[in-house]
C-alpha cells in the first residue's frame, strides 16, 4: 500500500497526493483565489459591541456566545501560515 503525504496509508488504485479521496473537485467552480481575513479575537469582540444596539438585541451577540463561537472557530481553522 502506498501512503499519501500525512503518512496514512492510501488504497491501491487511489492517488496518494489525493487531498480529497473519494471526491471529484469541479475546477470550473474551483475558486482560482481565496482571500483570509484575520483578526485577534479581543478586536472582533470590540467591532460586535461596537454595533448598535438595536442591530444586536435579541441575538447571540454575547460575550459568552461570542467566546464560545471564537473557540469554536480557532479549533476548526488552526493558524496556517502558508502564504
Not at 33 to 49: E, H, P, T
Not at 50 to 72: C, G, Q, S, W
Request: charge should be negative; hydrophobic fraction near 35%; proline fraction near 8%.
Amino acid at each position: 500500500m502506498e501512503k499519501n503525504p500525512e503518512g496514512e496509508q492510501v488504497a491501491e488504485g487511489e492517488n496518494p497526493n489525493d487531498p480529497f479521496p473519494g471526491f471529484t473537485i469541479n475546477t470550473e467552480i474551483l475558486p482560482q483565489y481565496v482571500i483570509i481575513f484575520n483578526a485577534d479575537d479581543a478586536a472582533l469582540k470590540q467591532r460586535v459591541k461596537d454595533l448598535p444596539m438595536d442591530k444586536t438585541t435579541n441575538t447571540h451577540f454575547t460575550e459568552a456566545h461570542m467566546d464560545r463561537r471564537l473557540k469554536i472557530y480557532r479549533d476548526s481553522n488552526p493558524a496556517d501560515n502558508a502564504v
